[in-house]
């Protein structure tokens, strides 16, 4: 089946933006909205942008997302200590009609 | 509050089987695809499966096709997922999670239950 990939890790300082990529194929993220999800140590996950750049209400407006081609990547802004998580792109695929999750990215605030 | 409540996880031995419940209280799922994501311990999200809103439409990881199956109850504002013939790969936390359409923008999901396959 198709892979999503992304970076098993990432970290800035508080104030910093950091930029978490997501790569995947024509068949996933070149054909379909990306998602992006953070999990908090101990928590389920929850939905931070959806179909490729939007955020849910109560997501500040800290977080964002973009696409481009095959590829696809959160921002993060004026970086928090709260933000220390796990963060997960996902995307349907058209070719294997499944939902595919990247790896995960582990974020550390310094 | 809007709650989704996984329950049926537990301990069982290599080939045997579960049936986990995912039922929604103070709102309805009747209209929303109904997925299952899993989580090994220390790893990742994976998806596992889905169903649409009238179970005309199911997928399945591959890992899981022939194995598992998914299916709902609207009437009872619920969805369940029968695994069979369960491996050590399968051990896992289990969340139920819903999409208002077909993709994957879990926008609520439960808490999680965790099967773990073991002798």
């Known amino acids: 089946q198709s892979i999503v990939t992304q970076p098993p890790s990432a970290s800035g300082t508080p104030g910093q933006t950091v930029t978490i990529s997501c790569s995947g194929s024509r068949s996933n993220i070149g054909s379909n909205y990306v998602y992006w999800y953070q999990q908090l140590p101990g928590t389920a996950p929850k939905l931070l942008i959806y179909k490729s750049d939007q955020r849910p209400s109560g997501v500040p407006d800290r977080f964002s997302g973009s696409k481009s081609g095959t590829s696809a990547s959160l921002a993060i802004s004026g970086l928090r200590s709260e933000d220390e998580a796990d963060y997960y792109c996902?995307?349907?695929?058209?070719?294997?009609?499944?939902?595919?999750f990247g790896g995960g990215t582990r974020l550390t605030v310094l | 509050e809007v709650q989704l409540v996984e329950s049926g996880g537990g301990l069982v031995q290599p080939g045997g089987s579960l049936r986990l419940s995912c039922a929604a209280s103070?709102?309805?799922?009747?209209?929303?695809?109904v997925n299952w994501v899993r989580q090994a311990p220390g790893k990742g999200l994976e998806w596992v499966a889905n169903?649409?809103?009238?179970?005309?439409?199911?997928y399945y990881v591959d890992s899981v096709k022939g194995r598992f199956i998914i299916s709902r109850d609207n009437a009872e504002n619920s969805v369940s997922l029968q695994m069979n013939s369960l491996r050590a790969e399968d051990t896992a936390v289990y969340y139920c999670a819903l999409s208002p359409y077909y993709d994957v923008a879990l926008d609520t999901w439960g808490q999680g239950t965790l099967v773990t396959v073991s002798s």
């Open positions: 169903i649409k809103h009238d179970e005309s439409e199911k």
């Open positions: 103070r709102f309805t799922i009747t209209n929303s695809w």
């Open positions: 996902a995307a349907w695929d058209d070719r294997s009609f499944v939902a595919i």
